[in-house]
């Protein structure tokens, strides 16, 4: 398993999102795969548990950095789950192992991760998210994938 | 020294404001001193610096959360520096231990406080901040300490 | 309040001493206010509670550094809660927080902040409490402050 | 890859060991690997690198969870780095990630993860390390591993 030179892309999202972002969320998620990224995110539910379930059905590598003491809080899809016992202060962990991220939908919490994300001189990516500085914005999975590929990938666009 | 039952609110923004906002915190940590609430802000330099002298010079009391492992770190107005060695992450932190909070000016440091802020169920009211959902705005620094004392103290305004 | 330049003497111990270290406990926290220092503890209750009181009743200053978000989680003889969410791993904070500490009874949670008063350099005096290399033994409460402030003041033992 | 269900033994240690210690990690390392465990540790040098080598060089998996704000720190048999930027706070973070652990020699950085693995409630075996109650002692590196895994694996001894 060669996982060290793997891209590592964030997405961050809350955990009760309308299906539309879930759906979003997911092909995000196969999208990040396929790519050969490795998904990390904060391992709960919703935009997280959707856009992990698409990178393990498109078999790919998932990390979870979770807010309790206890990995096994992680949704199924997450392969290595990491317990923080942070609580929300564990959202700048989530910025801070993503090489790029990718937020969908979201709310305050979200707003810390791109905020963080902003600080550790992350690219942020959106999609019907926060529309302030610091976010750019996609409208759909695969031009957020794109977009937060391409300066590792300048081809790819 | 009763200081248990004493309303904490907290300041928050970057190092390095332009003047007028230096001025403003200023004005907003006297305001705080005058009203016998405590400061509570990150208890480095600009912002956080200002609105603690301002604080010391109307004989208040001021609390410095800091991100190294030295209390030294805090600047000369802060009665009682916290050391986290938490770097950034100890902005989540800041928030927690205030009853409200008061933004002035900032980057993405301050919109992680101002989200955190929210997390948690506090007010945060913003002076030439971020324009955005979950921050009250207000044009001076005494609007400021009135609309973040006002749930406290009703009569206020 | 000249706060800034006193010493800080974090007093640790467990949630469920017997009563003599309780008592003993209190004792510490009485010293330390009569020497004129801060007490710093993790503000919850058994050794932290009794620590508190003593420093409370003896006209001291209190901070208690907590595992949980809310500062209301603080015991009443704490005069400045600190919230963290941190859960145990706040236990860190409290070693970084004092200048010297001053262990009494205690569990594994004690062990950590002698380990990481240690870390940081700090000297940690001991009552019935590990017996391990990094503790300097103490008999009684009075011997106990007498230690950790003689590198401060030389001339008190 | 099904990782998510494998017994996760953290290795704990120091960055500096003499030799001697140094091949005993490497064993203990190459223990875990070949029982189907993931090695977590602190993902940096001494006790960290020789285990982590010892697990790659049979095949296993890697999880460095580290102190600073950036994954690159990792030792390079790390396969997923965990950044955490929360300096010695982080060794709490190591014992929380760990089914069991196995201290091998170390210094008061040890001590708090043996002391944490404690409070988590987790079995920690201990090599040339720290004497003292909630440590089980191992004299080889087979030993510690048969030891860390005898609970999940009860037939192994």
Redesign the interface.
Known sequence: ?E??NKI?IGVIGGASPDPKYRQIAYDVGEGIAKKGAILVCGGLSGIMEAAARGAKNAGG?T?G?LPG?S?ED?N?Y????????????R???VA??ADVLIAVDGQ??T??E???G???GKKVVGIGT?D?Q?VVAAETAEEAVDLALKDYFPLIS
Chains 1, 2, 3, 4 share one sequence.
Do not use: K, Q
Request: without cysteine; glycine residues 10%; aromatic residues 14%.
């Open positions: 398993m996982t060290r590592r590598i990390v950095i003491t990995p992680a199924t997450i392969d290595f789950p990491i317990a923080t016992g942070l609580g929300y202060t959202n700048s962990l801070m192992n305050f919490g707003l810390t791109i905020a963080y902003n600080i550790y926060w302030i610091g």
